[in-house]
Antibody, heavy 121, light 112 residues
Framework: QVQLQESGPGLLKPSQTLSLTCSVSGGSVSSAGYYWTWIRQHPGKGLEWIGYIYYSEKTYYNPSLKSRVTISLDTSKNQFSLELTSVTAADTAVYYC?????????????WGQGTLVTVSS | DIVMTQSPLSLPVTPGEPASISCRSNQSLLHSSGYNYLDWYLQKPGKSPQLLIYLGSNRASGVPDRFSGSGSGTDFTLKISRVEAEDVGIYYCMQGLQTLRTFGQGTMVEIK
């Protein structure tokens, strides 16, 4: 069974950089056919897609965040990471790491439990 | 961006009764392959979303057969044939046609 687990600081000040890591077990981030994706949920709101990194390390980001986002892969640790620079209160959200699988047409079949990141001075 | 619109936004249900949620997109989700790139997810209270339906009508692994998805193009429906107490939560549709995935606002299903 694939499991994903987010980790990283839960509290940031405005202008700092958000850095989160997703540790993957039960599967390999370097296996073909998977899109390692970050999705966030503002408090009490819906879901916002941030971006993905493919097993080949190709990336795609939400244009609304593209100038501030970097997603990277660490195959040696079987992890992938999210960096979001110059955060503001609008970046306060629960951040989920997920796996998109070509087996289910790139739908998100496994999710982490989510981690709350609060941006406050 | 493809805009996804769900209705209703709130749905009180009675256990044992059927329930239905609508999802509409402002662009067709029908791919040249013949598949509709529309997913349904359920976010139970305090939990992460879980995949219910992909490609419009395919149940994900382990999803009970009381859940079914239908529709094509821009109009889609998620049906629960007989609601159970464990089905409460927020249901989201999501389009997978464009790389930039977009979600509906969510439909909160609660027991009457």
């Amino acid at each position: 069974q694939v499991q994903l687990q987010e980790s990283g600081p839960g509290l940031l000040k405005p202008s700092q950089t958000l850095s989160l890591t997703c540790s993957v077990s039960g599967g390999s981030v370097s296996s073909a056919g998977y899109y390692w994706t970050w999705i966030r949920q503002h408090p009490g709101k819906g879901l916002e897609w941030i971006g993905y990194i493919y097993y080949s390390e190709k990336t795609y980001y939400n244009p609304s965040l593209k100038s501030r986002v970097t997603i990277s892969l660490d195959t040696s640790k079987n992890q992938f990471s999210l960096e979001l620079t110059s955060v503001t209160a609008a970046d306060t959200a629960v951040y989920y790491c997920t796996r998109g699988s070509e087996v289910v047409a790139a739908s998100y079949d496994f999710w982490g439990q989510g981690t709350l990141v609060t941006v406050s001075s | 961006d493809i805009v996804m619109t769900q209705s209703p936004l709130s749905l009180p249900v009675t256990p044992g009764e059927p329930a239905s949620i609508s999802c509409r997109s402002n662009q067709s989700l029908l791919h040249s392959s013949g598949y509709n790139y529309l997913d349904w997810y359920l976010q139970k209270p305090g939990k992460s979303p879980q995949l219910l339906i992909y490609l419009g009508s395919n149940r994900a692994s382990g999803v009970p057969d009381r859940f079914s998805g239908s529709g094509s193009g821009t109009d889609f429906t998620l049906k629960i044939s007989r609601v159970e107490a464990e089905d409460v939560g927020i249901y989201y549709c999501m389009q997978g046609l464009q790389t930039l995935r977009t979600f509906g606002q969510g439909t909160m299903v609660e027991i009457k």
